[in-house]
């Protein structure tokens, strides 16, 4: 396990049963030490956040491409398999649903083109250097042990530990917007699968199952742990994609075994964990620009 703790916390860490390196994905000499004897780099690492990478897109960039080639380059040294979490931000202006893999990219932010630059290094790895690759673009993932607590977090850990502590939530725009929200434990499995079948793959794979939900519909869920949420709707943030759903075919193809946790079922997980285990996650590092 290789970490910086930027934004993580240690006690998510069972160090009984894995050996764990502090150490950031931009210093490069020490990433190769401590990722000198894997057979797999499961690379999750990243800066994430769309609002983050517009305020300091130089340093999302360094985190994001910088920090992957390095990893490539500790891949390419020790012939490990490189499995890379990128991110369907990618489409950015791409209007058209659902999304395959075939479409068009076209970033609209900083974070973006920094997960579609790391995607042009793991295929070039795998193409130049013969790294054993398996690229997977992330769908809004969400789930136990996220985050919920600071001004990056994502919208559902986010809104779930407001409404916990009576709190208003916010809601960017009308609310009508759509995401293809994937639970961890589905992203789990497909990864899980990845190294039991040892599957690569030449080109990017949309991991989420088309399951389009609106934030207003999420919301109406909610509700029914949260009777007397308050919701109060602010006017749209720059970068933010309008629609997000993925076209599942090829990610059914490659992984037949796995099935998504149906969302209405993960968010209730996700509200019972919180309840129970929030306060182990939240207060952690500051989460800087």
């Known amino acids: 396990m290789v970490d910086d703790l930027s934004s993580g916390l240690l006690s998510n860490i069972d160090q009984g049963v894995c050996d764990f390196h502090k150490v950031s994905l931009v210093d490069r000499v020490e990433l190769a030490k401590a990722l000198g004897s894997a057979e797999f780099i499961f690379h999750l690492g990243a800066r994430g956040s769309v609002p983050r990478s517009l305020k300091n897109p130089i340093a999302t960039h ?3 491409a910088t920090g992957t080639l390095n990893v490539l380059e500790a891949a390419r040294e020790s012939g490990a398999h490189v499995i890379f979490s990128s991110s369907s931000s990618v489409y950015g202006r791409n209007g ?13 932010t900083p974070y973006a083109a920094s997960k579609l630059a790391a995607e042009g290094y793991m295929q070039a790895y795998g193409s130049a250097y013969n790294v054993p690759i398996t690229l997977l673009r ?17 919208v559902l850990p986010k809104w779930i530990w407001k409404a916990m502590r009576n ?22 499995d497909v990864c899980m699968d990845v190294i039991d079948r040892r599957v690569t793959h030449e080109g990017a794979i949309n991991l989420a199952f088309g399951n389009r939900i609106s934030l207003l519909e999420s919301i109406e869920m909610l509700k029914k742990h949260f009777p007397d949420l308050n919701v109060n709707f602010v006017p749209t943030r720059a970068g933010d994609v309008k629609d997000s759903q993925n076209s599942p075919g090829l990610l059914k193809q490659l ?31 500051t989460v800087s620009d």
């Open 255 to 285: 992984f037949p075994g796995v099935k998504p946790v149906e969302f209405e079922q993960a968010l209730a997980e996700t509200v019972n964990w919180l309840k129970e285990y929030g306060e182990t996650v939240a207060n952690g590092p």
């Open 167 to 188: 709190e208003t939530i916010e809601v960017f725009g009308d609310g009508s917007q759509t995401r293809d929200f994937t639970y961890v434990r589905t992203v789990l």
């Open 138 to 154: 992330f769908f809004n993932v969400f789930g136990p042990r996220q985050r919920p607590d600071h001004e990056y977090a994502a």
């Open 62 to 64: 360094e985190v994001n």
């Open 96 to 108: 058209v649903l659902p999304k395959d893999e075939s479409m068009w990219l076209a970033p609209m």
